[in-house]
């Protein structure tokens, strides 16, 4: 027995001996640069993304209020959210499916249909096109708010039931954001409306960077129209770029919730018809001062957020 612990002591004081060499070599190898410019990454990650994720997933387990003691209450707060929590499973969960369900893919559908037809047009027009197309997704939600509560304000003052009127489509104005019809799809219009960000400027940089003799080749090869040309030919050769949108859509869509909130001017949303689930969690951590039941919404949003992104990295790598 005790020459089995000696042995088992032995191998480890060697397994470490042995990773501190091949540490020590490869600094020898002028990698010391690579830690330097490494290092300041690294430390951000870990203090703006590493360390909240586990605070929130500890806060999770936890009633706490902001101001008392945290007192552990292990899994009550999930037990709560879905036995309890009627609004959650009826409205906000659903709520925040169907919007990400519809403004991730649609929004990556639209940035590569964009992106595809700015990669046809001369490089000046491309460039004024690429920033009047990307300029939205620079704009404050704040902005947003203004410009779209504008266009479909309540009263008759309002661009959309003053066209309406003048047409005689409607005999009075339509309260549209403050409609649970409505609110939804104009969400969802308003979102992918601001949708072409970085993914988008990610695929256009991508078709630009592919070998104009790969699209020679392929027309010799037997390549017979444009359709056959970017299913063959484009996706094919911006693979990295197109999985980068796809997961940008993803988190955008399900982190996007502050637009609902702006365009009804309430938290939460009449009859929670736009209320997602970043609104939820905003309600139960900032109104009501729960933070570990707003800490629980949120780990449960960062596990539908990595399911996704890990389906469509899957989806691409299984494609190459």
Same mark, same amino acid.
């Given at each position: 027995?005790?020459?089995?612990?000696?042995?088992?002591?032995? /191998?480890?004081?060697?397994?470490?001996?042995?990773?501190?060499?091949?540490?020590?070599?490869?600094?020898? $190898?002028?990698?010391?640069?690579?830690?330097?410019?490494?290092?300041?990454?690294?430390?951000?990650?870990?203090?703006?993304?590493?360390?909240?994720?586990?605070?929130?997933?500890? =806060?999770?387990?936890?009633?706490?209020?902001?101001?008392? $003691?945290?007192?552990?209450?292990?899994?009550?707060?999930?037990?709560?959210?879905?036995?309890?929590?009627?609004?959650?499973?009826?409205?906000?969960?659903?709520?925040?499916?169907?919007?990400?369900?519809?403004?991730?893919?649609?929004?990556?559908?639209?940035?590569?249909?964009?992106?595809w037809i700015l990669a046809q047009v001369p490089k000046k027009l491309?460039?004024?096109? +690429?920033?009047?197309?990307?300029?939205?997704?620079?704009?404050?939600?704040?902005?947003?708010? *203004?410009?779209?509560?504008?266009?479909?304000?309540?009263? %008759?003052?309002?661009?959309?039931?003053?066209?309406?009127?003048?047409?005689?489509?409607?005999?009075?104005?339509?309260?549209?954001?403050?409609?649970? %019809?409505?609110?939804?799809?104009?969400?969802?219009?308003?979102?992918?409306?601001?949708?072409?960000?970085?993914?988008?400027?990610?695929?256009?940089?991508?078709? !630009?960077?592919?070998?104009? %003799?790969?699209y020679e080749a392929g027309y010799i090869d037997g390549i017979k129209?444009?359709?056959? %040309?970017?299913?063959?030919?484009?996706?094919?050769?911006?693979?990295?770029?197109?999985?980068?949108? +796809?997961?940008?859509?993803?988190?955008?869509?399900?982190?996007?919730?502050?637009?609902?909130?702006? !365009?009804?001017? +309430?938290?939460?949303?009449?009859?929670n018809a736009g209320q997602l689930l970043v609104n939820h969690i905003?309600?139960?951590? *900032?109104?009501? $001062?729960?933070?570990?039941?707003?800490? +629980?919404?949120? *780990?449960? =949003?960062?596990?539908?957020?990595? *399911?996704?992104? /890990?389906?469509?990295?899957? !989806?691409?790598?299984?494609?190459?």
């Amino acid at each position: 027995m005790e020459n089995t612990f000696k042995s088992g002591l032995n /191998k480890i004081k060697n397994g470490y001996f042995n990773t501190v060499d091949k540490f020590s070599m490869w600094m020898d $190898k002028g990698n010391r640069t690579t830690i330097l410019f490494l290092t300041p990454y690294v430390l951000l990650f870990s203090v703006f993304i590493v360390l909240p994720i586990i605070i929130a997933i500890c =806060l999770s387990f936890t009633y706490y209020n902001g101001i008392s $003691k945290a007192n552990f209450v292990g899994f009550d707060n999930y037990i709560y959210i879905f036995t309890q929590d009627s609004v959650f499973m009826k409205k906000i969960l659903p709520n925040t499916l169907i919007f990400a369900i519809i403004v991730g893919p649609g929004g990556y559908l639209l940035s590569f249909v964009l992106a595809w037809i700015l990669a046809q047009v001369p490089k000046k027009l491309r460039t004024v096109l +690429a920033l009047i197309i990307y300029s939205p997704s620079m704009t404050s939600g704040i902005a947003m708010a *203004v410009l779209w509560k504008t266009i479909f304000s309540g009263d %008759e003052q309002g661009y959309l039931n003053s066209l309406l009127l003048r047409m005689n489509m409607i005999t009075e104005p339509i309260q549209w954001l403050q409609s649970p %019809e409505y609110l939804m799809p104009i969400m969802i219009i308003v979102t992918l409306w601001s949708s072409m960000g970085i993914g988008f400027l990610a695929m256009l940089s991508g078709m !630009l960077g592919v070998n104009k %003799e790969l699209y020679e080749a392929g027309y010799i090869d037997g390549i017979k129209n444009r359709y056959q %040309e970017v299913v063959h030919i484009t996706i094919p050769s911006m693979k990295n770029q197109m999985l980068f949108g +796809a997961v940008m859509s993803i988190v955008g869509a399900f982190s996007a919730g502050s637009i609902g909130v702006q !365009l009804s001017g +309430a938290n939460p949303t009449p009859q929670n018809a736009g209320q997602l689930l970043v609104n939820h969690i905003e309600d139960y951590g *900032v109104l009501r $001062k729960e933070i570990g039941m707003s800490a +629980a919404y949120s *780990v449960i =949003l960062l596990i539908i957020v990595y *399911v996704f992104s /890990k389906l469509f990295t899957r !989806l691409f790598r299984e494609r190459d």
